[in-house]
């Protein structure tokens, strides 16, 4: 067999075009879906195109850009968007662990176990917004009743009026939606330890906390690896729970950077700018993956 | 089971294949939601007296902002949504800008030219074309309460003056609408105006926010929190500050004419002692009210003009707005129709900018007046950073 | 230790349960029990009368058909151009395949919000506003680098004696891909084909983009702006429908086939 050619089934005497016509549907999706709009949003980040220019185009050079880093309204949606992604994230690990190890350890109920948490990962984003809007509503909501009923509060309290507590009703609503899919990973990454790893510390004389810190956590890196990964860019993107739950208020505090790129869009008109700030967004994430990236890999470059 | 699973799909397929039908009307109208049935029946009327035609009413969210973004998306994605537009005289820049509403300077007549209020004639104009009929007006007023007060104040010191003199424990000197939304900016419009500045120059587009007398202003309102008005100002919106004016919480209360209306339910009314004036301003400076109000207008892309233009017509005449008046205390548009005690404060109201980048720079002032108005940031700084940012987004 | 872990698991099935329940149980409830303060537990008298409100304000019914033709088509579209694609990937080798799964993978990170502008500048070129294809082959492409990641993974687990086998028999390439390679990674395509169902089921926002129209709205899309639509008194028993009747189609599948839904998310991380 030459170096480089597929060792498959279709024999090389078949013409070239034949074998790319296995992408072409494929390909041609995402041309039409992902690189044209890519493409396009950048060029049209390069130029104005908003009401103002009659929605034609106007080469603008870097404009936008030198907009972009005056504007404060895209600095509080970063922070608002970090400070999600941050605690929300964190929240979910901490819960999925722990989750996940005390599943781990149950053999019986491990099907109806995954059904009831899978459930709430399931639901639509959105619906599920729509669901904790109800939940913390300061005068019909179950949550003001049950505290005030358990004399933890006197008196109701406006959960999404004020800017602390709208963030914090949103990420509980996105905790509680995420921190299954968190489990599932880390339950098949600790489903797949060998057991004599673990008997080989008891032997040794090590408890619970010697066990998790030498077999468990090295061996559950990748797949915490892998879970943050995901989460993290799915938390930056948020738009569905903000845009529901409370549309960016109060006073903007909940609004993150998805849902200030899509009010530029089809709010204000504003396409070139819109484009800008969509390109920045993905350049901020770009960033910081690679920042965690050199952290966490160089750090766990061993384990993994 | 695989031919079941074929069979399944084929049908599946077959059923996203159906596009978006017309569903048998003529005309669609996406309107406010009609709790008290009024704009149902006036669809009924026009129905008897058009019957070749069908009417779909739509009835949309509250909020406003939620319906200028669902006109938004079916005017940009070019498809004939919704024929008739229920307008607020803040979209009018934005949507004849954009090219989505049809020029009806030609169809309006011109005995209903001269019964339209000009002010909203002007407010339903951009670039000297008419693109909405006006259907009702608004303007901010002063609300009083004329058993505590005998002269109503006319100037921001006398305000703050009566305020001060005349709140107890449990009622306020002073109510307006101060939660981060566009009614703060009619608030402010209203003081800044009174102190002589001005938010946008309409034609030269040139940004005044920085100015002496537009600081001044935020300075005033500010100056109003925890002294005559109560903290919570900042989250009131305007039934918040007609529930509480109602109930006999506050002295001056500055909210719009539907309220007129809605106090003939209470005790404050019926025994008189409330009464209205025009809004304060500062001394040498005249009262200026805030322009609000509602119309018609008709999408560029509708497939009937013509049926459009008889509904907008019919809407627009002096009985149905008649019908309207007396069931929602709003003020229908119509010279002959204004109420005596509203016409010197309608004639005083001033017009928003009528620029197509409305929507981005009210959200900057609003943003920027409720960081000042919460202590986030001094008013000083506050207008300093809107005044940038506005600059930077009319590309000054 | 052991008792402290199986409380906790019963606090966290009872707080992702919880949620879900009260609105099940409220929407049974009557609208003047509903804006009860504080509120019951149990509704005094179980009535249908939110769900009727419910369907009489908006065309639900059509929702679902929307939902479910638009789900079930994006399903269909990405599943199979993608394991047309992650065939051919599973046996190219070396720096080509390394190129693809790269540029795949960073596709899956960009932000949705990149490409809702131009999609909606090219859905209504083609005239597909409102139409349920904008969506289709918006969802079908979005999902595709995930389904063939999913579908890679698993196509390159089968022996490729089997195709080679299969070629000695004078079987084509299409052929052998149909009736030896699909068989053998049913399992994978199912899971596949159901996530990709529930990620278009749930899609939010390019579906308040392209559908403006409330007989073309998603269920996910006309329950969500439901919240909005009301202007004095909020019937939160309409909600709470809402809430359960775009649930249940989800509920059911996640009983159904939860062990396909956990293997295919699972899929990737064990290597």
Known sequence: MTVGSSPSSVPTSIPRWARLAWFVPGFLLLLAVVCYPILRTIFLSFTHESLATGFQPEFAAFDNFARLAGDSRLRSSIGATAVFTLVSVSAEFLIGLLLALAANAMQRWRNALRVILLVPWTLPTAVIAVLWTWIFNDQFGALNALLIRAGILSSPVAWLAHPGTAMTAMIVADVWKTTPFVFLILVAGLQNIPHDLYEAIEIDGGGAWARFRHVTWPHLLPFVFVALIFRIVQAFAIFDLVWVMTGGGPGGSTETISVYTYQTYMRYLDFGYGASLAVATVVILAITAGLLYRLLVKKYESAL | ?396 | MKVLSKLFLVVCCAAAMAPVGWHAISSVKSPSEIALIPPTLLPREPTPVNYQELFRRRPVFRYYVNSLAIATMSSVVCVFSASLIAYRLARIRGRLRSVIRAALLAIAFFPPIIFLFPLFELVRHAGLVNHPWGLILTYAALNLPFAIWLLTGSFEQIPIELEEAAAIDGLTGLQTYRMVILPLAMPVVISASILVFIFSWNEFMFALTFMNMESQKTLTLGVATLSGAFAYEIPWGQIAAGVIVSAAPLVILVILFQRRIVAGLTAGSVK
């Open chain 2, 1 to 396: 089971m695989r031919t079941l699973l074929a069979l399944l799909v084929t049908g599946v397929f077959a059923l996203s294949l159906r596009g978006p039908g017309r569903d048998n009307a003529d005309l669609s109208m996406l309107m406010e939601p009609d709790g008290a049935g009024v704009w149902s029946e006036l669809i009924d009327d026009f129905h008897a007296q058009y019957p070749g035609l069908r009417v779909d009413l739509i009835e949309g969210p509250p909020a406003t902002n939620t319906r200028e973004d669902m006109y938004t998306t079916s005017f940009l994605s070019g498809a004939a949504g919704y024929d008739i537009v229920y307008c607020d005289v803040i979209w009018v820049p934005k949507f004849a800008a954009a090219g989505w509403l049809l020029d009806l300077t030609d169809r309006l007549s011109p005995a209903d030219t001269m019964d339209f209020l000009p002010v909203d004639l002007r407010a339903g104009s951009y670039q000297d074309r008419l693109y909405r009929i006006p259907a009702f007006t608004d303007a901010g007023i002063l609300y009083y309460r004329k058993d505590l007060v005998s002269q109503p104040p006319a100037t921001f010191d006398e305000l703050m003056r009566l305020g001060n003199e005349f709140k107890s424990a449990d009622r306020s000197g002073f109510l307006w609408q101060g939660k981060q939304f566009e009614g703060l900016v009619t608030v402010y419009l209203e003081v800044l105006w009174g102190f002589g500045g001005d938010w946008i120059d309409a034609t030269t587009h040139e940004v005044l926010l920085d100015r002496p007398e537009a600081i001044r202003a935020l300075e005033f309102l500010k100056s109003t929190i925890g002294t005559i008005s109560p903290h919570a100002v900042t989250t009131y919106v305007e039934e918040d500050t007609r529930n509480l004016f109602q109930n006999g919480r506050s002295v001056f209360l500055r909210n719009w004419p539907y309220v007129w209306t809605l106090l003939n339910e209470s005790p404050l009314r019926r025994e008189d002692r409330v009464g209205m004036s025009p809004v304060v301003h500062a001394r040498g400076y005249k009262s200026a009210a805030t322009l609000g109000g509602w119309g018609f207008g008709i999408s560029r892309f509708t497939g009937n003009p013509d049926a459009a233009w008889q509904l907008v017509e019919f809407l627009t005449r002096p009985e149905q707005l008649m019908k309207v008046q007396t069931r929602l205390g709003r003020i229908p548009a119509r010279k002959s129709l204004v109420p005596p005690e509203f016409q010197p404060i309608l004639e005083s109201a001033r017009m928003r900018p009528p620029i197509p980048e409305y929507a981005p720079a009210s959200d900057i002032l609003q943003r920027w007046l409720s960081g000042a108005l919460t202590g986030r940031t001094s008013p000083e700084e506050a207008l300093k950073n809107a005044a940038r940012e506005t600059r930077a987004l009319l590309g000054m």
